[in-house]
């Protein structure tokens, strides 16, 4: 099967498109997903590279002519699956450690060229099923990762892209500002299905001082471009209120199953919400356990 067939892209900026597959049969078995390319004058920036399934590489080169450098707003199987069609990427240094993980920390997603083929059917629409190439798919292997921390620049020449860390999701989450077309990709650093309390999960309370951050560049983006969903910039200030809401203890407390067990969530909003009249477009799990940050400790090795 044309690889070019696996992806459909959208330009929503000027020289700048959300990428997701066309293959796959979103909904119950799996979330919608995206991933975003940026050209540049320099070079062009891949924000996230989804599951991995087709060569993504390959068919942004029908975008764009540039170099391309790889940067991952977290460590999660759903963003970083398509690194290992490049030669290398760039990730916050906090989350360097779990991107190589394995045992509880890895996550649930497949790592093998022959899972990541099987869960790639799995999801396909009919039509599809039987005309994907394993060829098309490529095992998780090592490769070259460099850190990044709040503050760093991409400079693509016609214009920069700002790092702004906000850890939650991950320890390591980012969000990624274009300031001249006043967006900002920010993988699942907050939507309506912020999931804190897995793997290497943060504190409420950190979480918050993060969105605290966030928000600092607030008058300088219209609008979020998630890993999963668009959203409107409002989402920032929604998801500090609902943190105070959790630190008070004043929020809902809904109960929800997620990956196989019951999640604290903060309010009972749903996906199913979103685009209602007044509806909000935040909410976040967490656990109730970790709604304090603890005092730094340094490494023992």
């Not at 292997?141 to 892209?161: A, C, N, S, V």
């Not at 993988?187 to 309370?205: A, F, M, Q, R, Y």
Request: net charge negative.
């Amino acid at each position: 099967m044309a690889n070019n067939e696996l992806f459909t892209a959208t330009e929503i900026c000027p020289r700048t498109w959300q990428i997701t597959y066309s293959f796959v049969e979103f909904g119950q078995k799996v979330n919608p997903v995206y991933c975003y390319l940026l050209d540049g004058d320099n070079y062009a920036l891949v924000i996230d590279t989804m599951y991995g399934y087709g060569n993504l590489r390959a068919f942004c080169e029908t975008l764009t002519d540039k170099p391309m450098k790889v940067v991952n707003t977290h460590f999660h199987g759903d963003h970083i699956g398509g690194n290992y069609h490049f030669d290398e990427a760039y990730i916050h240094w906090r989350d360097l450690p779990l991107f190589y993980a394995k045992g509880p920390n890895a996550g649930h997603f497949p790592r093998t060229q022959e899972e990541i083929y099987e869960r790639a059917k799995s999801v396909a629409l009919p039509e599809y099923a039987d005309k994907l190439c394993i060829n098309d798919f490529k095992a998780q292997e090592p490769m070259i990762l460099y850190t990044i921390e709040d503050g760093d620049i991409f400079d693509l020449g016609d214009r920069q892209i700002e790092v702004i860390y906000v850890g939650g999701h991950s320890p390591g989450c980012i969000a990624l500002l274009d300031r001249k077309n006043r967006c900002a990709f920010t993988g699942d650093c907050c939507n309506s299905n912020t999931l804190l309390g897995g793997p290497g999960g943060i504190s409420v309370e950190e979480y918050l001082e993060n969105l605290l951050h966030f928000n600092q560049f607030r008058s300088e983006f219209d609008i979020t471009y998630g890993g999963h969903q668009v959203l409107p910039a409002c989402v920032v200030e929604q998801g500090i209120e609902l943190c105070g809401r959790i630190l008070a203890g004043t929020d809902e407390k809904v109960q929800r199953p997620m990956f196989g067990r019951m999640m604290t969530y903060g309010t009972s909003l749903s996906r199913e919400d979103f685009g209602k009249p007044g509806a909000k477009v935040f909410n976040m799990s967490y656990d109730p356990e970790k709604l304090l940050k603890k005092p730094a400790k340094p490494q023992v090795i």
